[in-house]
């Protein structure tokens, strides 16, 4: 069996699927591992460590897009790689199935399997397969340190004979992964931090990180929706966050967004009055950007400066961090493939709660209800 591990092809990408250190229980069940030539690189994995790992090294991805049985990537590939792959073989990643699904259009029509990351059920059982939450584990942090780096002020209190300095205010919006761990991050650095869910369990998240938890009166709403993650809420509870976003912006010398309902465009919570009450020189993180962003003025992608105010909008801060997303991915990867790899046979064992939930196709059948239905229109018009 011949595993494949190719070269990321998104602009801007700099993550690898597996690292050299990642392969030696892939290679102990006599799998095969080829890698197209400088997929590492950026990741700090030479062809060289491959070969010292065991894999083979080749510039030809065409031979690995038509040999591969098993392909776990970063990104989807895109159709024309698509069109490539070996027939029964099975394809790993963050596909995007529910955002892009025309995307996988050329894959799902062929005998091929696909799996994917954003789809693994977030149980107790796939906690070390859940890529979103490494992901989002590293973006909280790195949506600090870009915010720390911007401003022109230190996060920590600094009592010295020059004078005393008063610590950076920090207002994170969501309190879910990305958020605990950017309230973490800030409060390693020293600021005074302050975080607003809608969630009330986040609560009590939050305060054990040594911040301030923002509660709104949203009337008795439900807020939580399945699986932990947040209801969509209607204009008026909106309406009452954003109102408390704009007080609490006001003293807030960055604010971290990360607000998001799964399968919807992110909240917009953050007004344009918001950011005018901004201090020049304080910096907004708009970690939803690649959902649309959680604030009215953000352009997804794009860095402004709004009256001296820094909005940053990533959409890919992971990449910013290759080594250790890779590290955390990879470890993801490996753990989904244990399910699939049973004594170094391919399995795809549909009646697994895991594998089932994280299948959006299975040898020309869109097996997820919700892709099947996102691909449904385009189907019968054609
Ligand atoms: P997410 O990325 O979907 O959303 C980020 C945060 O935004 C959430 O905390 C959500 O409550 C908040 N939010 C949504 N709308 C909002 C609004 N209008 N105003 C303010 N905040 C709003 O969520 P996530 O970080 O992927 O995970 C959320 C929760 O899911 C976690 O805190 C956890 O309880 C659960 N979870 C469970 C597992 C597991 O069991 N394996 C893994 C990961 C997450």
């Not at 796939?126 to 996060?155: C, E, H, N, W």
């Not at 966050?241 to 909240?267: E, K, N």
């Amino acid at each position: 069996m011949l595993l494949g591990i190719l070269h990321e092809t998104v602009p801007g990408e700099t993550r690898v699927v597996l690292l050299p250190e990642t392969l030696k229980t892939l290679l102990a069940q006599g799998i095969s591992v080829t890698v197209e030539s400088g997929a590492g690189i950026a990741a700090g994995a030479t062809d060289q460590a491959y070969v010292e790992a065991g894999a083979t090294v080749t510039s030809d991805r065409a031979s690995i897009l038509a040999n591969a049985d098993l392909l776990p990537m970063v990104n989807a590939p895109s159709a024309a790689d698509q069109a490539q792959l070996k027939p029964h073989s099975i394809l790993i990643g963050f596909l995007k199935p529910l955002d892009t699904p025309q995307a996988l259009a050329t894959a799902i029509g062929r005998p091929v399997t696909l799996f994917s990351m954003e789809l693994v059920p977030r149980i107790s059982r796939a906690q070390s397969m859940d890529a979103l939450s490494s992901m989002a584990t590293i973006a909280g942090y790195k949506a600090v340190i870009s915010a720390a780096d911007r401003l022109p002020r230190l996060f920590p209190m600094l009592m010295t004979a020059a004078g005393t300095i008063p610590p950076a205010r920090v207002f994170v919006i969501g309190a879910g992964v990305a958020g605990l761990q950017a309230i973490a991050t800030a409060r390693r650095l020293g600021a005074v931090v302050e975080a607003y869910d809608v969630r009330a369990a986040a609560g009590e998240q939050v305060r054990s990180l040594g911040a301030k938890f923002l509660d709104v009166d949203l009337g008795g709403i439900a807020t939580e929706g399945g699986g932990g993650y947040a209801a969509e809420l209607t204009e008026e509870a909106l309406d009452r966050g954003r109102d408390l976003i704009t007080r609490t912006a006001a003293h807030s010398d960055v604010i971290v967004t990360t607000a998001q309902v799964p399968g919807r465009p992110a909240p917009r919570l953050i007004r344009r009055a918001a950011v005018e009450a901004m201090r020049p020189g304080s910096v907004l993180v708009d970690l939803a950007a690649p959902a649309g962003g959680n604030c009215e003025l953000t352009q997804p992608g794009v860095t402004q400066n709004l009256g001296g105010v820094t909005l940053l909008a990533p959409l890919n801060l992971p990449a910013e961090v290759p080594v250790h997303a890779s590290q955390l991915y990879a470890r993801n990867n490996l753990n989904l493939l244990a399910l699939i790899v049973k004594k170094g046979e391919l399995t795809v064992d549909l009646t697994d709660e895991v594998l089932a939930g994280a299948c959006v196709a299975h040898e020309f059948n869109p097996v997820n209800p919700r892709v099947a239905k996102l691909l449904q229109p385009a189907t019968t018009s054609t």
